[in-house]
């Protein structure tokens, strides 16, 4: 279960498979190859396999978003392994990787109406929770037997170490190919005569420019753009009749790009987690919200921070382009796969966040501690790809907007200030990130 603001997010299953639905891959995997799969080594088995998935490996669980009131009831009454029967489920397809998924609006008619019911002692007995629990047993049964079986085949060898299986060797032979291929492609670019003075030709195979495997996409087919294509878009420049031209201050549009986090704000990871009132979320000016403080009532918590990137490779002599990525509300938890807390109370939440975060940047926390320059590269800042989206906000210049004039007329007007320049058009362009998640598996 996972909450966010007024709704809650339940994953469910009866232990049938379904081919539409998220995979959620094969834990034997993860089991067998222990801590080599911790890329940057911040992360210790034992931690990993605490936040493991706890619910059946494949395509078995469906995600329902549920709005008021079946969201207030489920936080109130719903618990982790119960058994519940939910009614009215609109189930539709995503639409950046076209899973399906289940949501729970409220009923029009019956605005009070609660489609959520608990299967208490008295509904043991119907066929359908029958069922359910022998496939539920069965399952739990045969992953047991596949554990055992696991055991058996890739235990301690003669060596005392353990046996590697079959992924673990397929992904050693890859390695030890990308080594021999990254070595030749070193030889033959030290074999090229250059003029005196030109710079070395980078690698193509350099491994610090891959994309981390452990941070994913939504929509691969969506071809990547790099930075510097992003913020000279020539899709803002829009040409009228008589030679009329001008730039767009924004558009919402949609990109692919990888990039690499170079730094963040606020400086303080303690403060990526703020208090808000979601009652008064719309009315609440910056000003009001220094009042809110984790005691006062109703209070509740949002992630909200900013990451400063630029882009995986830059070629000696071109321009550094760096953008700031926004992460709020739903897209931070679903990048995150962690709900939003008082993060200076809660130090397990606190470290599990630390944990996350350096697979997104490596060590760029501790480099920025030290006060060393977190925007030179460092061994384990590997670049992701992610997804950004582009929107508008009002720019710093329009002060104030009124809806009074000296004639007498209600019609709205905007108050510039003295930072306005002529070219601007009363907005301001900006960048979030969304559709991103990272893998701890």
């Avoid at 890329?39 to 669980?61: D, H, I, N, S, V």
Wanted: hydrophobic share 25%; aromatic share 10%; glycine share 6%.
């Amino acid at each position: 279960m996972f909450y966010q603001d007024d709704r809650v997010h339940l994953y469910v299953t009866d232990y049938t498979v379904n081919k539409s639905l998220f995979d959620y891959g094969d834990k034997s995997d993860e089991e067998n190859e222990g801590g080599t799969d911790d890329t940057f080594g911040f992360l210790t088995r034992p931690t990993r396999e605490k936040r493991a998935w706890q619910g059946p490996r494949g395509r078995m669980t469906l995600q329902v978003t549920l709005w008021d009131p079946h969201s207030y009831y489920a936080r109130e009454n719903v618990t982790e392994d119960g058994y519940i029967l939910l009614r009215n489920v609109h189930i539709k397809a995503d639409k950046m990787n076209g899973l399906l998924e289940g949501v729970m609006h409220t009923d029009k008619k019956y605005p009070e109406k609660v489609d959520v019911r608990l299967l208490e002692d008295d509904h043991q007995d119907d066929p359908r929770v029958v069922e359910l629990k022998t496939r539920k047993r069965e399952y739990w049964r045969q992953n047991r037997t596949n554990k055992r079986k696991l055991a058996e085949d890739f235990g301690d060898g003669d060596d005392g170490k353990p046996k590697k299986n079959s992924k673990q060797r397929r992904k050693e032979l890859h390695r030890q190919k990308k080594q021999q291929e990254q070595r030749k492609q070193q030889q033959q670019n030290k074999s090229l005569q250059r003029e005196e003075g030109q710079s070395e030709i980078p690698s193509t195979m350099n491994k610090s420019n891959r994309p981390n495997p452990y941070i994913q996409a939504k929509d691969p087919a969506r071809g990547c753009r790099k930075i510097s294509e992003i913020l000279p878009n020539e899709s803002h420049n829009i040409s009228l009749p008589d030679n009329i031209q001008y730039r767009l201050p924004f558009q919402c549009v949609k990109y692919r790009s990888t990039v690499r986090v170079v730094d963040y704000f606020p400086p303080n990871i303690a403060d990526f987690s703020v208090p808000y009132i979601p009652e008064y979320s719309s009315v609440y000016s910056s000003d009001n919200e220094d009042d809110i403080t984790p005691e006062t009532p109703g209070v509740r918590w949002e992630w909200r921070f900013c990451l400063l990137v630029e882009d995986a490779q830059i070629l000696p002599g071109q321009p550094r382009e760096q953008i700031k990525l926004f992460v709020s509300g739903s897209d931070a938890e679903f990048l995150l796969k962690l709900d939003a807390v008082n993060l200076r109370k809660n130090k397990e939440a606190f470290i599990r966040l630390q944990e996350k975060l350096c697979i997104l940047w490596g060590d760029l926390e501790e480099r920025k501690s030290q006060g060393m320059d977190t925007q030179q590269k460092g061994p384990s800042q590997l670049p992701f790809t992610c997804c950004i989206k582009e929107w508008g906000v009002r720019c710093a210049c329009r002060t104030d907007v009124g809806s009074y004039h000296n004639d007498g007329s209600d019609r709205e007007c905007a108050v510039v200030g003295p930072e306005h320049n002529r070219e601007c058009l009363g907005w301001e362009r900006r960048f979030a990130l969304f559709g991103t998640t990272i893998n701890e598996e």
